[in-house]
């Protein structure tokens, strides 16, 4: 049973451009969740999605950020014009209707030049 | 506001030298508190939920326990591999997001 899986892993832009970082949940999961994981500090929650509605987004940047999670492919979490501050490892997890546990993927690492 | 606090920050141990992890919490209305283990350069991987107070789960050498307000994991007889860095998340009845303590940096010397 194949984990989670996040593309790309290692991400680089400059300042200005966009980063999309997508995440393919665990067969059977219908439950997405974003974290950012700033350096020296913890995992913080971004937003919750499921198929096609954003549940819970309290915490992600009122500008810039966006996700979307379609009815078919993975969700994708956007970022427009970066800047050196979104230097960060972005984590998704997925859990399955029937449980609270959340589980990870290896992540993306984005850094902004 | 929840709050999540682990001690202590780092944690050397020799090989065979039990001993124990702490996550502080407050929450308004606990749905559960999860821990999970994380190596340099990879995702959180699931260890353990507890859901109640009095609530213990073990796996290996492993142990969480729960009280009303911290949990405990207690390593028994660690060898070098449980190195990693340890993480405690608490989960409120009102929503679905997991609020994450800074963690455990865990060394494991033979």
């Known amino acids: 049973n194949a984990g989670v899986m996040q593309n790309p892993r290692h991400l680089v832009r400059r300042r200005g451009q966009e980063a999309r970082l997508r995440c393919s949940p665990m067969?059977?999961?219908?439950?997405v969740y974003w974290y950012r994981q700033l350096p020296e500090e913890g995992l913080k929650f971004m937003v919750y999605?499921?198929?096609?509605?954003?549940?819970?987004e309290s915490g992600m940047p009122k500008e810039r950020f966006s996700a979307e999670f379609p009815k078919e492919g993975p969700s994708i979490l956007r970022i427009q014009q970066v800047v050196r501050g979104d230097s960060a490892a972005y984590f998704c997890?997925?859990?399955?209707?029937?449980?609270?546990?959340?589980?990870f993927g290896p992540g993306t690492r984005l850094t902004v030049t | 506001e929840d709050q999540v606090t682990q001690s202590p920050e780092a944690l050397r141990l020799q090989e065979g030298e039990s001993s124990s992890l702490n996550c502080s919490y407050t929450v308004s209305g606990l749905r559960g508190l999860f821990w999970y283990r994380q190596d340099p350069g990879k995702g959180p991987e699931f260890l353990f939920t507890?859901?109640?107070a009095g609530e213990e789960k073990e796996k290996e050498r492993l142990k969480a326990t729960l009280t009303k307000k911290e949990s405990f994991l207690h390593i028994t007889a660690p060898k070098p591999e449980d190195s990693a860095t340890y993480l405690c998340?608490?989960?409120?009845?009102?929503?679905?997001?997991?609020?994450f303590g800074k963690g455990t940096s865990l060394l494991v010397t033979p």
């Open positions: 997890a997925s859990s399955p209707d029937y449980s609270y546990e959340q589980y």
């Open positions: 999605l499921q198929k096609e509605n954003i549940i819970d």
């Open positions: 507890l859901y109640s």
């Open positions: 067969k059977g999961h219908s439950h």
């Open positions: 998340a608490v989960q409120a009845n009102s929503g679905y997001a997991l609020n």
